[in-house]
């Protein structure tokens, strides 16, 4: 059988490239080791200027953009946004500790979502 049949997420997302831009180190770290585990290949920004900065430096886009919704100067939602205009194939995936930071998000072609990262190491695999 096919090996990317039967991987943990089929064959689109299967070792996807993921960039994780969060101001916690702790958090970045608790993320990536869940996503790797989970064979997805990751890179961390710890800001929004450095995320939009590997963004665009990066030839091939990400498959993902996991990104904190409150960062200090450029937040999750800007980040989100800068990302929809210049690479609007690329999916994003909000994180926020704050119920009330979820902002809505209009319809769109781009996969796109938000969650609490309360629950991200039991949730992410799921919803990436």
């Known amino acids: 059988m096919d090996a990317a049949l039967t991987a ?7 070792g996807a490239t993921v960039l994780l831009v969060d101001d916690e180190p702790s958090v970045r770290q608790i993320v990536r080791r869940t996503l790797e585990e989970e064979n997805f290949h990751v890179e961390e ?4 200027a450095s995320a939009l900065r590997l963004i665009q430096a990066r030839a091939e886009p990400f498959d993902l953009v996991l990104t904190d919704l409150s960062m200090p ?4 939602r800007q980040v989100s946004e800068t990302l929809r205009r210049y690479r609007p194939s690329v999916a994003i995936l909000c994180m926020s ?3 009330d930071a979820v902002p809505y998000i209009e319809s769109s072609d781009t996969p796109s979502g938000c969650c609490s990262n309360r629950s991200l190491p039991t949730t992410l695999p799921r919803r990436a």
């Open 8 to 14: 943990p997420h089929g064959p689109i997302w299967y």
């Open 45 to 48: 920004a710890s800001d929004g």
């Open 73 to 76: 100067q450029i937040d999750g």
């Open 97 to 99: 500790a704050d119920p």
